[in-house]
Every structure is written in structure tokens, then in C-alpha cells.
């Protein structure tokens, strides 16, 4: 049985929710990756897009700090790798395509 060669993908959930994954579709660079980290950049560039508010720099006693939407940035800033579930061919359609 031949290796599958993963690439990374953000898909954006029903829901709203970013997530990262990984696919068997071909890498083309501008929103499937065949590198993680980009995949990531991608990702938190996206969630700070739909969080104009958002600032990941903010501390906790700071005004207009988060902890969920700062939980969810680090997801997407620092995915495990052996943790990514697959992109199944039913929901490719929602890999977000920038």
C-alpha cells in the first residue's frame, strides 16, 4: 500500500470554526499547502480577518482580552501534526479558499 503524501488545507466548519487538516489533494500553494506552517499562517490570517477585534498580543488583565478567541488563535498558530484529522471528500467543499 503506497504512502499517502499529505498536504494542509483550512477548512471553515459550519459553525464558523477554522481548523486545519490534511488532504490528499494536490498543494497548489495559495490555499492548499504541502507545508504545515503555511497552512498556519494561512489559517491565523484568516481568523484575524474574521476577528478584526482580535489582538493576540492583548494579556489577560488588558481590556478587550479574550481567552477563547485567544485559545482558538493558538490552535491554528501551533497545530500538532500527528493530531490533524483528514479532509474527507465530503467536506472538501468547505476548505477555505481565501
Known amino acids: ?32 499547502f504541502s507545508n504545515l506552517e503555511d497552512a498556519s499562517n494561512f489559517a491565523c490570517q484568516l481568523f484575524e480577518d474574521d476577528n478584526p477585534d ?5 494579556e489577560e488583565d488588558d481590556e478587550g482580552y479574550d481567552d ?9 498558530e501551533n497545530p500538532i501534526k500527528e493530531e490533524l484529522e483528514e479532509i474527507k471528500k465530503s467536506i472538501e467543499k468547505f476548505i477555505v479558499k481565501g
Open 54 to 58: 482580535f489582538d493576540v498580543s492583548l
Open 68 to 76: 477563547e478567541l485567544l485559545c482558538q488563535f493558538e490552535d491554528l
Open 1 to 32: 500500500m503506497a504512502k499517502v503524501k499529505w498536504n494542509y488545507a483550512v477548512v471553515k466548519s459550519v459553525f464558523g470554526d477554522l481548523w486545519i487538516g490534511k488532504t490528499g489533494l494536490e498543494a497548489n500553494g495559495e490555499y492548499i
